[in-house]
């Protein structure tokens, strides 16, 4: 493993399963187009300081972008849902559907349940990866990849979690242009899930991903 990659069983990590890091929370307030969110984040989860840049930019984007609709009833992904931001802005989009934030790290888990409870939205589902059905098939995915967890355990991850999109689904993601952003859409265009580049800003790639045909 090279000498700066963080090693999964590394406790002070956002992917390790059970942090060991102090407590230290934060609280920080998201701003959408319908209102304003307030969340917690903690040591030991991602994006530990608050809105980290990548979901910044990705919320501005997503937030005019006017995909297609999705039906009432439907089941959204958020994968490594860290304190939920994601998953938060998803549930007040879209109140009709069921959205499952997912992410190994307990703590994270624990947060982002906390968060959905604070700010009212009865619509998040907070799962482990194993926890969620393998026969749920999803109309949307958002999220902010894991991408330090390796470019082979990233790559497991999304074949995964690509395979769960319904027949007409749409993955988005956002990627850090120096970390391999161009050829991840590359790769996952070569398994047959066609990519786009949805938007590129402040060095980050947003990416749109369609089920495969």
């Known amino acids: 493993?090279?000498?700066?990659?963080?090693?999964?069983?590394?406790?002070?990590?956002?992917?390790?399963?059970?942090?060991?890091?102090?407590?230290?929370?934060?609280?920080?307030?998201?701003?959408?187009?319908?209102?304003?969110?307030?969340?917690?984040?903690?040591?030991?989860?991602?994006?530990?300081?608050?809105?980290?840049?990548?979901?910044?930019?990705?919320?501005?984007?997503?937030?005019?972008?006017?995909?297609?609709?999705?039906?009432?009833?439907?089941?959204?992904?958020?994968?490594?849902?860290?304190?939920?931001?994601?998953?938060?802005?998803?549930?007040?989009?879209?109140?009709?559907?069921?959205?499952?934030?997912?992410?190994?790290?307990?703590?994270?888990r624990d947060i982002c349940q906390e968060n959905a409870a604070r700010n009212g939205l009865k619509n998040i589902v907070v799962k482990a990866p194993e926890e969620v059905d393998s026969s749920i098939r999803f109309a949307v995915m958002w999220t902010n990849p894991p991408i330090r967890i390796g470019k082979s355990a990233l790559h497991d991850l999304l074949e995964l979690w690509l395979a769960r999109l319904d027949t007409d689904g749409t993955a988005f993601l956002v990627v850090n242009k120096n970390l391999g952003a161009d050829s991840l859409a590359q790769w996952m265009t070569g398994l047959s899930y066609p990519t786009t580049r949805l938007a590129s800003r402040n060095g980050f790639r947003v990416l749109e991903v369609k089920a495969r045909g």
Not at 1 to 7: G, Y
Not at 28 to 47: N, P, Q, R, Y
């Open 1 to 108: 493993m090279p000498k700066n990659t963080p090693s999964s069983s590394d406790p002070q990590h956002y992917f390790s399963e059970t942090p060991q890091a102090p407590s230290r929370r934060k609280e920080f307030a998201l701003t959408g187009t319908d209102g304003e969110l307030t969340l917690s984040t903690d040591t030991g989860v991602f994006s530990q300081h608050g809105l980290d840049k990548g979901t910044s930019v990705f919320l501005e984007v997503m937030a005019k972008h006017d995909g297609a609709p999705i039906a009432s009833g439907s089941s959204i992904c958020d994968i490594g849902c860290g304190s939920g931001a994601i998953a938060l802005t998803l549930a007040v989009r879209y109140p009709e559907c069921t959205i499952y934030a997912v992410d190994t790290n307990k703590r994270a």
